[in-house]
């Protein structure tokens, strides 16, 4: 999973909250690490972040962002319990269930973790809620699981643009 894909679907599917000025310049750095491959230091930030808005309750858009980052990070680095649990808890917040680049992040996980429903389940909902677009510029190999899996809608999935996850952004 390439780093600079990876940010560039995030900015697509995850809207960016109403961090304040400072909090805005650390996600910026944030991404200047990441493409420079220096991890340690982004977590390290995140993290800082994280703590900082952490308030325990499931409606906090600014923490669910921070987290969904920390578990690309976990992803980038291949720790993928880290990265599967992160998502999780991810997944308790109300607006993401449906956001198709969460399920797709879960899928891929559970490919990793050899957890065939996982993957299977999640993959599958990614396609539902985002169509062919979510898997451009991944792995051919999560598209085809889903098409050996379900059955194509009504003009097949060339024409199927996904359904409505504006809500999950």
Known sequence: MNINNMESKLAFYIALPDFTDAELKSNQKVSVLLSENINKEAY?????????????????NKTRYILIRIAHLYIYSKMWEEAINTFMEVM????????????????????????????EDNLARAMIMGGLKVFENEDDKYKEIVLGLLKPPPGGWDKYDGQDWSETK
């Open 92 to 119: 308790e917040y109300s607006n993401s269930v449906g956001n198709p680049l969460l399920h797709l992040r879960i899928g891929q996980i559970g490919l990793e973790l050899e957890e065939q429903k996982m993957y």
């Open 44 to 60: 390290d930030i995140l993290y800082k972040m994280l703590k900082a808005n952490d308030d325990n309750e499931y409606e906090n």
